[in-house]
């Protein structure tokens, strides 16, 4: 009996991601599944009178995009906020928070994302939204979401403008006046404004790990659902067929489960459970809840998020050595050592795999030093706990990620210079003495480490292909430095197969070849014709995830 396919994908420049057979020109799919792949001749002929016939007009033809880092909660309601862009003119900043603001009247508060870090100059950042809008709460968020800057209508209105008592690694910064200067340093200290803005629900993963308290309303939950639902679509329109979420708690994943049971879910969902440093031992037992009910192609848990520092331009990475200029200060991890080295082998031994942010050298061996207790005490797990970011990295510990089978989950977007990112306060803060082991992609890539790739959305562009055209055209920030760019093959792997490997799915997904999952992305043109620099430029022109077209430009 002839088997017919369901839809077929000609005239294609596949890129199949299989090394002993990484080019084709057409593939065939059946059901959720990938049927063959192979020369037009040979795929045209599993066509019947029924079959979908796609012409991929000899554009790229990938496998579906695996997002290995981002929030799609809080990206998907942050679409909505005032997009700003790295803007560094505060004029021009002030005008477009003004007008935004004004066709916005019932906003309780005005909320706007990723400004310059150095936009407030020598000015406090509260003086200066004052001065753009005084008679209404207004914050900005910092573009890696670990810095938000608030005016004094939403100090007060969050209660923490004479101050607020936080964990360490956590402050709202005070004057000499004895009020806060409007700059909050990590989520303990912003939550309260981003929860006068209505935006608590969305950061909780992120923030807290916690559930909604009291339990949102239909009206809120609908709500909720409709931001999940935006990110999904917008990530859909990207090519994205996998999600690796970084921040969860039951009420995200329940929200995705709502909205497969309606028909809309649209993309696959990995989603954690995050342990913060408050927690008791005990609150594990959520994380084994999350991924013994979720753990299927679609939805899925099976792994515990921790955060062990901030981040480089607020000065609240975990560092081996002193700030340039700010003598005996490191910032400090928010685990300890033998914290965190507990945590870890608990976490490995229930069979769940762990995800740590860690930027700063400091914290990054901070993490390692876990993953290695841990293999001392319950063996090899073969897990591959993943390092989230590894922006500086000292030089002895390159070996040990390898050692360890650790997976390096880089986001090229990050890298100062890097998709409109400035090169400062980055560059200052690292000290020209470190620049070779900051950001340092081939050493990862070089020491064995496992590579996915990502963009940390909404902290950077959703877009893979700006994520890619970052990767291979990222240029050494002074002579010496070395070139730490990606080979345009290696940075298309960390997108699709690393992403597999990443999050132990490369069995069923990843690549293209029969029996695996028929998640297929189709550019607009031959990515490997375009010149690097226009590789942004590309766009997706079709998403197929399990064998549906999720997208159509």
């Known amino acids: 009996m002839t088997i017919t396919a369901d839809r077929i994908i000609v005239n294609g420049r ?6 002993d057979a990484p080019r084709a020109e057409a593939l065939a799919i059946l059901g959720d599944t990938i049927l063959a792949v192979g020369t037009g001749a040979e795929i045209e002929a599993l066509a019947g009178p029924g079959t979908e016939r796609i012409d991929a007009r000899g554009a790229t033809v990938l496998p579906g995009f695996i997002e290995s880092h981002m929030h799609l909660f809080i990206g998907g309601g942050e679409l909505g906020n005032l997009h700003l862009d790295n803007l560094a003119d505060p004029d021009e900043m002030r005008d477009r928070i003004r007008a935004f603001a004004a066709e916005r009247p019932d906003l309780p508060m005005v909320i706007g994302q990723s400004p310059d870090y150095a936009v407030f100059g020598e ?7 004052d001065s753009v809008l005084k008679d209404r709460p207004l914050a900005l968020v910092g573009h890696d979401h670990h810095t938000v800057w608030a005016n004094t209508a939403a100090l007060e209105a969050a209660g923490v403008l004479h101050g607020l008592e936080t964990s360490p690694g956590h402050e709202v910064v005070m004057g000499e006046d004895g009020l806060a200067t ?6 303990e200290a912003y939550a309260p404004v981003m929860r006068v803005g209505g935006q608590e629900r969305m950061t909780l993963g992120l923030n807290t790990g916690g559930e909604p308290d009291p339990a949102p309303s239909d009206a809120e939950r609908e709500e909720d659902l409709a931001h999940v639902k935006r990110g999904l679509d917008h990530c859909a329109a990207h090519g994205i067929t996998s999600i690796v979420n970084m921040d969860g708690n039951l ?3 329940e929200l995705l489960e709502d909205l497969r049971q309606r028909g809309e879910l649209n993309v696959r969902v990995r989603v954690p459970f ?4 408050d927690m008791e031992d005990e609150a594990l037992a959520t994380a084994r809840e999350m991924s013994e009910r979720w753990n299927d192609d679609w939805l899925a848990s099976g792994f515990v998020k921790f955060f ?16 340039p200029g700010r003598p005996g200060y490191r910032s400090t991890g928010r685990f300890s050592a033998e914290r965190f080295a507990d945590l870890a082998t608990k976490v490995d031994g229930m069979g769940l795999q762990i995800a740590v942010h860690s930027i700063g050298d400091a914290a990054t061996e901070r993490v390692l030093d876990g993953y290695a207790a841990a293999r001392k005490a319950n063996g090899d797990s073969g897990i591959r706990h993943r390092i989230e970011h590894l922006e500086l990295v000292a030089p002895e510990d390159f070996p040990r990620l390898a050692a360890l089978g650790v997976t390096a989950s880089i986001q090229p977007p990050h890298a100062p210079g890097c998709a409109g990112l400035p090169l400062e306060p980055t560059l200052s803060n690292i000290g020209r003495d470190r620049w070779e082991d900051a950001f340092a992609w081939q050493r990862l890539a070089e020491s064995g480490a496992h590579i996915a790739l990502a963009s940390d959305w909404p902290v950077a562009d959703v877009s893979v292909m700006t994520g890619v055209h970052a990767a291979v055209t990222r240029e050494a920030w002074a002579p010496g430095v070395p070139d730490h760019r990606f080979t345009l093959e290696a940075a298309q792997q960390g997108y699709t197969i690393g992403g597999a490997v990443a999050e132990h ?15 297929v992305t189709i550019l607009d043109d031959d990515i490997e014709e375009v010149d690097p ?3 942004r430029d590309l766009t997706v022109r079709m998403t197929i995830c399990g064998g549906t077209v999720t997208y159509a430009a």
């Open 123 to 129: 000015m406090k950042p509260r003086d200066y939204l």
């Open 308 to 323: 062990m520092d901030g981040v480089i331009d607020s000065g609240t990475a975990f560092m081996k050595n002193d700030y």
């Open 14 to 19: 596949i890129l199949t991601m299989e090394p």
């Open 251 to 253: 009420y995200t994943l």
């Open 533 to 535: 620099c226009e590789i």
């Open 182 to 187: 409007g700059a909050l340093y990590e989520p």
């Open 274 to 277: 995050h342990f913060v440093p």
């Open 505 to 519: 799915t490369e069995d069923r997904k990843g690549s293209l070849r029969p029996g695996k999952l028929a998640d």
